[in-house]
């Protein structure tokens, strides 16, 4: 079906069909927007920002790309069209035929995910409210737009999951997704990472590289549902989501890029010197990335999980790229897991493969940020630097699961708490760090002009130049 927006909610969900839930959504859409004025994009509500809108949900030609101001936004479901005869493809039920309505017997685990999800997207905008006074270019600003205009109507995508599927008990959960703020002291976001700031735009671009990807496992987990309608919803905002991390990628990319040339420049490789000339040493990055990704490996939930086993047993969430594997029923298979032996060491437990699902998301998430890595490593390497940039072990700084507390050392090795807690902060950003990180953070406004700690992107947005005008500023 085609996405109708004509419709005050543009939907392709024949929404004009269903008068109740349309009243109900379309009560819900002011106090939407109120939120937005208050703890979206800040200062900008009067720029003309180039923006994608999805207008379709084919793989092809899905979106159009024209200035809009962000308040006029059209948010709107959409979802994936259906799949002819699908089946259930995990668990239990394997198989049989895919839900359109949700069991009552699932009903509470199925809200629970998708509150938890819904949580996270507007969590995201109000962690980058601020961001878009330091912009390092105009075309990064329009990108850091487009993803919360993006991240916008990823809630109204679990918003819609809940208000019509879910009755009085989904719609009270609407209006909490709205009430809860990152970092709040009495009404935080659900999942820590989301509850962490994002003050500078090196953390924009390791939350976009690391925390949407972790965005892209649970979407493609959620996207092997039985319950139709959500797994229709996550397969497009899978779409939505591959810029998001592009953003993240190349953004550390250029940082990392500029740090190259700088090095050159200077002809040393000295981190003092490199900041001295305004840019991000290597070092730095490495740090912003131990802490990134640590918080984000916590986002999988625990190594053993009974709620894992149950909603994978229920068909309720699957494994990401669940037809890769042989076996979607796992009833009786096992998992081996390093966990800590309570004497400093290592231990292997063997688990029931259904409650390590958590442990298999998660192993296969290290790996594609893996990719990255080794890319900028690549980069630093064709430049003539012994330095190589590496992800933390899973155990490293965990808060969540087996590993929660443990000492270890960003590779994994358990080492003595007394060390572990003097060698944290060189591990992780300092109070330093962030504050010299911050002191870049200048905002460059002119079209094709970069701040000097990034280097400009290969190419614009939509076959337009780097110096495109993407935002004009009002
Ligand atoms: N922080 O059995 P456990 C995205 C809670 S990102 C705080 O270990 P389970 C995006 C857990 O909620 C993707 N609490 O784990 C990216 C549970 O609490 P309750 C977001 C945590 O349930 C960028 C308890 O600990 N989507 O889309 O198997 C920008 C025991 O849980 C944390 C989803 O997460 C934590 N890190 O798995 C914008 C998908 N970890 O319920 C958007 C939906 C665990 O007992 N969520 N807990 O009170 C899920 O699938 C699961 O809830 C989790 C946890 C994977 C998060």
Known sequence: MSIDYAERIPNNVNLANDRTLQRALEHWQPKFLDWWHQLGPHDFAGSDVYLRTAVGVDAQGWANYGYVKMPDYRWGIFLADALPDRKIGFGDAYGQPVWQQVPGEFRSQFRRLIVTQGDTEPASVEQQHL????????????NLFQI????????WAMVYLLHAYFGRDGREEAEELLARHSGDADKPR???TFNEPIADWLSFFMFSYFTDRDGKFQLKSLAESSFDPLA????????EEAHHMFVGDTGIGRVIRRALEVMKELGTDDPAAVRRHGA????????YINFWFTSCLDLFGSEVSSNAAVTFANGIKGRPDESQYEDHVCANATFPLEVPDGRGGVATDTVPLRNAMNE?????????????VKRWNMAIKRAGHDFQLALPSLRFRR????WAG?????????IARAEYDRRLPDWLPSESDRAFVGSLMHPVREPGKMAGWIAPPDRGINNLPVAYEYVRLS
């Open 131 to 142: 961001l878009g006074r330091t912009c390092p270019s105009l075309y990064d600003l329009r």
């Open 280 to 287: 991000i040493d290597l070092p730095t990055v490495q740090r």
């Open 406 to 414: 443990a000492a270890t050392d960003p590779a994994g090795k358990p």
């Open 232 to 239: 229709r919803t996550c397969r497009f905002m899978l779409t």
């Open 399 to 402: 808060s969540i699961g087996a």
């Open 190 to 192: 659900i999942l820590g």
């Open 148 to 155: 919360n205009v993006e991240e916008g109507r990823h809630l």
């Open 360 to 372: 298999v998301a998660r192993i296969a998430y290290a790996k594609d940020c893996d990719i990255g």
